[in-house]
T-cell receptor, first 115, second 114 residues
Framework: AQKVTQAQTEISVVEKEDVTLDCVYETRDTTYYLFWYKQPPSGELVFLIRRNSFDEQNEISGRYSWNFQKSTSSFNFTITASQVVDSAVYFCALSGFDTGNQFYFGTGTSLTVIP | DGGITQSPKYLFRKEGQNVTLSCEQNLNHDAMYWYRQDPGQGLRLIYYSQIVNDFQKGDIAEGYSVSREKKESFPLTVTSAQKNPTAFYLC?????????????FGQGTRLTVV
């Protein structure tokens, strides 16, 4: 079965602190893809990153970085020097080649950055 | 501008009524999806379509119906059989489902039963 777990329901940090959002997944697919989305208060989900199961290299994009570890089935997201504009709900998602290419979402982590 | 347009943004329904949520995309994407979002439950898949005139049920399809007569359009009808329809509904599309590309989302419709 496909499952994504985001154990952190809510996180609050003070501006300029670093914060890591955890994502743990389960899948029987041999080829799969992992995603992170940001949902600001406006409601629309904004795509942040897509990573395939064969690429375990960490990725950095500005203040954002992602750590993919197949051994622990985790795909964690770190925001460095957080800003108030980072306040949002963040979703981790999984899509599998062998399971119809549907997207399976975690329950989300609500991040509040306090000025 | 290319994107996904959902309408209306807010919708109120009386109990026992059917309502239809609109979703249009001009991205030339093959696949389209409908998700329901409730507080603390993340996004749950209602229906998805990988090609025109074809669609499949997701995890919570009961009480909902869809059609895909055109590539650009994937309307969702919330029927009176849906016992708890108050939620935030999100439509999404992706280029080609077999490529597992990212999905792009509309701004959502918030449905409230009054």
């Amino acid at each position: 079965a496909q499952k994504v777990t985001q154990a952190q329901t809510e996180i609050s940090v003070v501006e300029k602190e670093d914060v890591t959002l955890d994502c743990v997944y389960e899948t029987r697919d041999t080829t799969y893809y992992l995603f992170w989305y940001k949902q600001p208060p406006s409601g629309e989900l904004v795509f942040l990153i897509r990573r395939n199961s064969f690429d375990e290299q960490n990725e950095i994009s500005g203040r954002y970085s992602w750590n993919f570890q197949k051994s622990t089935s985790s795909f964690n997201f770190t925001i460095t020097a957080s800003q108030v504009v980072d306040s949002a709900v963040y979703f981790c998602a999984l899509s599998g080649f062998d399971t119809g290419n549907q997207f399976y979402f975690g329950t989300g982590t609500s991040l509040t950055v306090i000025p | 501008d290319g994107g996904i347009t959902q309408s209306p943004k807010y919708l109120f329904r009386k109990e026992g009524q059917n309502v239809t949520l609109s979703c249009e995309q001009n991205l030339n994407h093959d696949a389209m999806y409908w998700y329901r979002q409730d507080p603390g439950q993340g996004l749950r898949l209602i229906y998805y379509s990988q090609i025109v005139n074809d669609f499949q049920k997701g995890d919570i399809a009961e009480g909902y119906s869809v059609s895909r007569e055109k590539k650009e359009s994937f309307p969702l009808t919330v029927t009176s059989a849906q016992k708890n329809p108050t939620a935030f509904y999100l439509c999404a599309s992706s280029i080609e489902p077999r490529l597992n590309t990212e999905a792009f989302f509309g701004q959502g419709t918030r449905l409230t039963v009054v």
